[in-house]
């Protein structure tokens, strides 16, 4: 295979001009539009379980901030990545950031961990 067969990592402008597919949406992960499933019932339970916690936690911490499922996020602005965290808490500064895309990682929870590990058994 020669180096001019491998594609080029897609670039999030280029990645920002293709449609989601039917049935889910894609993530730019390492430069690949990566087709991810809407979130299953199970899924949505859980993070829902889990938003509450942290919403709960930081109440009684009387931290400020937000809570958001499904929270679109950047890791790092110089890498071709566009990622959706399973939960995410950050600051009300940030909240108020503009953009499409909050910048650098805050999320707790990523779309690569399996949230279902964490109430194994309990959603069902």
């Known amino acids: 295979m020669s180096a001019a067969s491998i594609p080029e990592p897609l670039t999030v402008a280029e990645f920002d001009r293709i449609p989601d597919p039917p049935g889910g949406r894609l993530e730019l992960r390492h430069g690949e539009a990566v087709f991810v499933s809407y979130p299953d019932r199970?899924?949505?339970?859980?993070?829902?379980r889990l938003r509450q916690l942290i919403e709960e936690v930081a109440t009684a911490a009387k931290v400020a901030g937000f809570t958001e499922t499904e929270?679109?996020?950047?890791?790092?602005?110089?890498?071709c990545e566009l990622w959706s965290a399973d939960v995410a808490f950050g600051s009300d500064a940030r909240d108020q950031t503009p953009g499409r895309w909050l910048m650098g990682s805050l999320p707790l929870l990523g779309s690569q961990l399996p949230l279902e590990r964490l109430f194994a058994g309990e959603a069902a």
Do not use: A, D, G
């Open 71 to 79: 929270s679109p996020y950047r890791p790092l602005p110089e890498h």
């Open 42 to 48: 199970v899924r949505k339970i859980l993070q829902r």
